[in-house]
């Protein structure tokens, strides 16, 4: 493709080689089941209407704009639905996870089962044939842990490294519930590096709600600032403790592009190298944290723009990012049917990177490398 000739979302979808969705969720009947039977948020209620509404994020039910949750059709949890969404959107294969919220809002008792539960049903729908040879389609998994339980979330990685469906797990930034750089969490890391199982890390509870102030602005704030904010802080606290010091091989994958943490890598150097105590904390030297840290981990695509997914390219390399849809969210306000908008946004980021080579890694090539995929 020449310089002058600006690509498109149909060239993007045309290149060769697969497009594979590392970025996309599904709420499974076991954890709607669970939802449902729940008084508070999270949770699913039957509303006056007669439609289920699913209210999860902090503070949702508080918000007047947001209080009765969103509608929750079978685009978030029916397999048919996912498989025709891929087949508009000319998507090979889906890694397909857990919806948030994740299990780190429940006791080990029930956490431990239940992430069991999911699990195996996971690796059930992931393991049927798809379509026929002329339109398969592929379907593997990540799994989700009982963090609040460490032991548990040891033994359901040692489970999930068993099921050949299943490619690592996705999970939240709480942990067990002082957060990923919490000393006590750290047997989960040496588990998943020692499985090869890589962590896909995903944000829930954004910031501190009182940092939106008192004006309704439904999701706005939490989704667009405190969903990427709180994975940046996470995996700033990650590599400032030396996890990835003492954890090299570890996979670790981070939703929407990272956050803002490639964009503030100037930052993050220069203050880690300008505090002794930090800087004599970490293996690497001061002014290797972007260069070093930033460019051992993996990162999806959900940017919408690609202003950002080029930078993100250029700091960490294209090899290191893969193509996101975060389905079922941010459907067209028409309905699920027909192309999403948002969808066509990210592919249209992935026609902005220019690069050939770019474009077909981060569609899918990178991801089958990445994850193991048979594509």
């Given at each position: ?55 999860i ?96 979330s ?33 047997p ?78 100037g ?37 919408y ?34 192309r ?26 990178n991801?089958a ?7």
């Amino acid at each position: 493709m020449s310089p002058s000739t600006r690509a498109t979302v149909a060239d993007v979808q045309l290149l060769s080689g697969p497009t594979v969705d590392v970025h996309t969720h599904v709420y499974l009947p076991s954890y709607i089941d669970y939802l449902r039977s729940r008084k508070e948020v999270p949770r699913i209620f039957r509303a006056e209407s007669g439609e289920d509404r699913l209210v999860i994020l902090p503070g949702e039910d508080k918000d007047s704009s947001t209080a009765k949750g969103r509608p929750i059709g079978k685009e978030y949890y029916d397999v048919d639905t996912k498989l025709e969404f891929m087949d508009v959107h000319k998507i090979d294969a889906s890694v397909i996870s857990l919806a948030n919220p994740w299990l780190d809002f429940m006791d080990p008792s029930t956490a431990s089962p239940l992430a069991a539960q999911i699990n195996s049903d996971l690796q059930s729908i992931c393991a049927k044939d798809y379509g026929d040879d002329g339109a398969k389609k592929v379907l593997y998994g990540l799994g989700c842990l009982p963090t609040t339980s460490v032991e548990g979330s040891v033994k359901a990685l040692e489970h999930l490294a068993e099921m050949d469906r299943m490619r690592g797990v996705l999970m939240g930034t709480y942990g067990k519930g002082k957060g990923l750089d919490d000393p006590e969490f750290e047997p989960v890391f040496a588990k998943a590096e020692e499985l090869g199982l890589p962590i896909f890390i995903h944000p829930h509870y954004g910031i501190p709600s009182e940092m939106y102030g008192d004006m309704p602005n439904g999701h706005v704030m939490s989704l667009a600032l405190g969903f990427p904010f709180e994975t940046t802080i996470s995996i700033t606290r990650i590599i400032l403790a030396g996890v990835l010091d003492r954890y090299p091989k570890l996979k670790l994958i981070l939703a929407h592009s990272g956050g803002v943490a490639p964009y503030l890598v100037g930052r993050l150097d220069s203050c880690v190298k300008h505090d002794r105590h930090i800087s004599q904390r970490l293996k690497k030297p001061p002014s290797e944290v972007s260069p070093i840290y930033l460019k051992s981990l993996y990162y999806d695509a959900v940017s919408y723009n690609p202003a950002p997914l080029r930078s993100l390219c250029d700091l960490v390399g294209s090899d290191r990012v893969m193509f996101g849809t975060d389905n079922p969210f941010f459907p067209p306000l028409e309905g699920i049917s027909g192309r999403w908008e948002s969808v066509d946004t990210n592919y249209g980021a992935i026609a902005g990177l220019e690069n050939v080579d770019w474009m077909k890694g981060v569609k899918g090539t990178n991801a089958a490398r990445i994850l193991d995929l048979h594509v």
